[in-house]
């Protein structure tokens, strides 16, 4: 108490309990300081998603391909759904080409994290940025 310390018990359950001296509130600040700069180097990994269409035109097609490298630009995820209305289901293929291209054109700044696969009326890939050299 004399030199402002506080006696702390470490580890309870060894024999004999083991105690240790120390500024208790100093240990519970950097304690909180290190949290806090873990928390600031942790990477924040966001999905974003772009919707097209089997009958999607070209320059609609381009705009949204230059959306996903700018998406994949910042670090993040691109989910690339193509969603099928009516009788446009039967023509899966025409889906699949159209994830073909995509693949195709972002292939120097992204990899196919998932492949493609049907889910309901939808057809669905994920692309992650390759690693920046």
Known sequence: MER???LVEVAAAAEPPVARIMDYGKFKYEQQKKKQEAKK???VVNVK???M???TDEHDFQTKLNH???FLGEGDRVKVTIFFRGREIVHKDRGITV????IEETKEVA???Q???AEGRTLQITLIPLPKK
């Open 111 to 113: 990899k196919v994290e």
């Open 115 to 117: 492949e493609a696969r």
């Open 49 to 51: 998603e772009i919707k």
């Open 99 to 102: 994830l073909d291209r995509v």
């Open 41 to 43: 180097r942790q990477a």
């Open 68 to 70: 996903i490298r700018r």
């Open 4 to 6: 402002g310390m506080d």
């Open 53 to 55: 269409r089997p009958k």
